[in-house]
Structure formats: C-alpha cells, structure tokens
C-alpha cells in the first residue's frame, strides 16, 4: 500500500506485525506496557530528588546518554552527605559534573516551552538538552547540529535526553567517557551474525516427543485466515498428552494375547500397613488396572511418607473405619498433586463394596478425593457409584477385627484409644515398573537416531534384479534344482535322468535357434 515494503493493496503480515513501520491498530496498546509507568517517571519540571517543582534546574549525566534532572539546592547537600553517590544510578557524581539547565518560560504564565517552535513541554513530549550550552528544546528542533538560541554548533554526542516517553529513537548517544573498559572491550570483540531462527531449526531438528498428541491447537489454520497470527510460531504448535494420563490409560487397558487374562496380578500393587496396635499389620491388594489414578495417588503419598504417624480418626463398629488425615481431625489432607482428583467408580470393571475388607478412598462430594481412605466391616452397596473402590484386605483379619472392637468415646465416632499407622511398606508397583519399561525404550530410541538409524533395514542396491540375484554373477535367476538355493526352483526340483542320452543327428535334424540378431545376412 505505498509504505516503502511492497505495492501491494493490502497490508501484509510483515507490514501488520511491525517489521516494516507500525500500520496494525494494536501498535499503541503493545507498545504501551514497554514504556515506563506514568507514575514512575519524575515530572519534567521537577526535582528528581524532591519531586517538588525546581527553581535552580541543573542536569546529572548519564551513561547512556539520558540525564537527570535535579534541582540545586537539594542535590549539592546529598552529594556532601552522601560521598558524591547519584542518587538515581548509584554511580560517582562530584558537583562540577552538574551542567545548568537553561528552559525557556512565558512571561505571562510562567509555562515552560520550546524556545523555537514555542510548544508548551507536557509529559508526553520528547525533551532533550545541549550539554555545551545547557538550554533545553524539544528533540524536534535540534536538527542541523547548530544551538539556534546561542547560535553554537553541537556535536550528537552533546545531546542529553531528559524525557522520552514513547520510547522513540534517542536524539543522543551513550556517552563515551563514561563507558567502561569492559563495555570498551565487550563492543570492541567483532561477533558473528548470529544465523536466523529458520535456519538454525533446519540445521537443528527438534527431537520429538514420545508424548505428542495427532491433534494441533488450530495455530496453523488460525494463520492462514489472520495476519495477526505469526506462520513460524503456528507450525510448532503441537498439543502433548499428559505423561501420568498416559500411563493410566495404559495400566487400565486389558492385556491381550492368549492367557493374558492371567496375568492381572502384575498390574496389581501390594503393600503392608503397620499399626501401633501391637505392630499389627493389614496387608492390601490395589487394584491398579481398575483404579489406576487413585492407586498411583495412595502410592506416592506412601513412598513420601504421607500416612506415616496417622490416626484412625473415625470409626462406625459394623459399618467401617477411616484414616490418612495427617492433621487427625478428618477434614486434611490432600492428594500427591496437591490439588483433588477425579473418581473412577464409573470406568468399565470397576470394583464394588461387596465384601468385608474393602478399600476406598473417602471424599466430601464428586470429584473431591485427596488423601483420606477407609476399610469396611462388610458390604455397603449403597456405596456404590459415590466413592472409588481401589483396593483389598488381603492379610490381617484378625487385626481388622480388633480394629473394629475398640472402644468408642461416648458421643462421637473417634476411638477412645489412640491407633495409629506407623508406616506403609510397597512390596510391588506396578507404576515403577512401567516407568522402567518407559525409559528403556525411550533410550534405545534416541541411541537408534544417535546412530542414523541403524536399526532399520537397509535398501536393497540397485545391482540386485527382481529375485533377489546380483547382476553379473553366475547364479541363474530361478536356480532351478540346485540343492540349499532360495529361488524359486526349490519348487520345480523334478527327478530327472542323471545324464541324458547325447543323439549327434538330432542337432543336424532339428534347427539351430538363433539368439539376438545375428549377423544381419537377411537385412
């Protein structure tokens, strides 16, 4: 559309995202939080010391080329109290390095303004001053290298930025007396172009993820319908599933193969739970493939230590008993991630409370498991399809069922002796080993891409015909009735006569068959 980038009578997407001038209508709003607060920033006709109008205005330099302006009657007893220390940039400043500012007033009103073009100075405008003569212009009127008040030529390196607001391109440079050796040396190394991010990604393939997902945000048909959308950002936008998601799905899918069925028990995690009742335990079965977030949840707060030194909170003789709070109060604890889970009393299979010994996670609602858990004293279906079954008492009956007999205090449903589980003991983690077989097979697939893929089957030549024979050699193409051959001929291996009957006169009687085109005698 004319802006110097191409004639074309639309905006393109490099002209829309600001590589070519700013011609998109968001321009203001994403350049608006790169500049400074309002608040932050010292009014132009203010002491940057005392924030209070100034009467003596004098200018600090800085490094980069801004200044600072304070006023002098504040900024002579810091440097005295202070050790000479801007108080802006920390760095050494002695009073003979303070440049007096000259601004230009309106007599009537006392309003500062642009001795050229006479504009008023408001905080939007772009303020600089020359540091030979000291008197202050907008940056609009320092053009030709001359000071059009005192009529003295300045060099850029004379010009100090005292507002910039929008952040346009600085009128002044850094200054050079005041740069650093480092930053000298750090300037002075010649550094190669560092190579585009295109060309870097096509020398340097990303690996993969075992975890990525066949299906894409919608960045790259968003990209093609809107110029805002940036094409080389699109093309990465893949979606990965979550690792621990994964492994569930994998834990809960039913074997295959003929006597798999048998196997559940290597997908099932068996550990002890060891109580102060006499160092009893209760040995649990979890079932990992019906309940396989729950059971991956009770077996990480265990490995933590979660439910060492726990109290059986709550217990209803005839019905069940309840642990794995750690505050003891029955309304804490939370679950390995900190946050409540899902419940998985409605996947396929899942296992109901129809026996004594069951065990289940305890919640306050739908989808509120965290780390609280009981076992029954005999079936309650009515708790089915409200909380999640994971597992069952496999070993200790006879510790369930003094667990059943204590005493209760009169009122409540807390024993009036003080049981608690001292630790949790896993035997076998089905978990573990799945992340073992993960990572195994994650290592010899990044050794085959270390190696070019040596594990691939390699390409026949092109030296080699249909069957499987190289050219040239002496092998026929069939290998008709050669013994240990793999051609075809080990099909047509018919019994033959061991040396067949040579007649002289049958080779006179019957014609020579020609072979190609002969001598061309009948051309």
């Known amino acids: ?61 800085n490094s980069d080329g801004t200044g ?39 007599e009537a009103t006392g309003e500062i303004h642009d001795p050229i073009s006479f504009k008023p100075f ?28 005192s009529d003295t030529p300045f060099k850029k390196g004379d010009v100090i930025t005292l507002q910039n607001p929008h952040g346009l391109p ?90 798999k069925e048998k196997d559940v028990g290597k997908r099932r995690a068996y550990v002890r739970v060891v109580t102060t009742l006499g160092g009893a335990s209760l ?37 069940m008993i309840q642990t794995g709070d750690p505050t003891g109060t029955g309304s804490g604890g939370e679950s390995c991630w900190g946050t409540p889970f899902r419940d998985e ?19 306050k609602g739908a989808n509120s498991n965290g780390s609280q858990f009981y076992l029954t004293f005999k079936e309650a279906k009515h708790l089915d399809k409200k909380h999640t079954v994971f597992g069952k008492l496999v070993g200790g009956e006879d510790v369930l069922d003094a667990l059943e007999k204590l005493p209760i205090k009169p009122g409540t449903e807390r024993p009036a002796k003080t049981v608690r589980i001292t630790e949790v003991i896993i035997y076998q983690d ?15 697939r990044a050794e085959g891409d270390k190696t070019g893929g040596s594990a691939v089957e390699q390409k026949k030549k092109d030296d080699v015909n249909w069957f499987g024979v190289k050219v040239g050699s002496e092998k026929t193409a069939l290998n008709l009735g050669e013994k240990g051959s793999g051609g075809v001929g080990k099909y047509l291996a018919l019994k033959r006569p061991s040396s067949p ?13 020609r072979v190609g085109f002969g001598d061309f005698e009948g051309w």
């Open 501 to 513: 009957v040579h007649d002289p006169g049958m080779d006179d009687a019957k014609k020579k068959r």
């Open 430 to 444: 089905p978990f573990e080993e799945y992340k073992k077989r993960l990572a195994n097979k994650l290592a010899k």
């Open 1 to 61: 559309m004319g802006h110097g980038n191409s004639d074309k009578l639309y905006i393109t997407h490099a002209e829309h995202a600001g590589f070519h001038g700013s011609h998109s209508s968001s321009t203001g709003f994403k350049y608006k939080p790169e500049a400074p607060h309002p608040g932050a920033r010292t009014p132009f006709d203010c002491c940057a010391l005392s924030f209070q109008p100034f009467t003596h205005p004098v200018c600090a330099r």
């Open 283 to 319: 040995n649990l079965e979890l079932y990992c493939e019906k309940a396989p977030k729950t059971c991956y949840n009770f077996l990480s707060l265990a490995r933590a230590g979660k439910y060492n030194d726990c109290l059986f909170h709550r217990l209803v003789p005839g019905f």
């Open 345 to 363: 009393h409605d996947l396929k299979g899942a296992a109901i409370h129809d026996s004594r010994g069951i065990l289940a996670m305890a919640n």
């Open 122 to 149: 408001s905080e939007h405008s772009h303020i600089v001053a020359i540091a030979t003569t000291g008197n202050v212009f907008l940056a609009e009127s320092i053009k030709g290298g001359k000071d059009l008040v």
């Open 170 to 259: 600085p009128a002044s440079v850094p200054d050079s007396s005041a740069v650093s050796k480092s930053t000298k040396a750090t300037l002075a190394v010649a550094t190669k172009p560092a190579p585009s991010p295109a060309v870097t990604a096509l020398k340097t393939k990303a690996p993969v993820p075992w975890n990525v997902s066949p299906y894409s945000s919608g960045m790259p048909g968003a990209s093609l319908t809107s110029t805002s959308v940036d094409p080389t950002q699109a093309t990465s936008s893949k979606l990965l599933w979550d690792e621990e998601e994964l492994m569930f799905e994998d834990m809960s899918r039913p074997l295959k193969g003929k006597g």
């Open 68 to 106: 600072t302006v304070f006023d002098l009657v504040n900024i002579v007893p810091w440097l005295k109290q202070h050790n000479n220390s801007n108080p802006i940039t920390k760095e050494t400043l002695s009073p003979s390095d303070l440049i007096t500012l000259n601004y230009s007033r309106k």
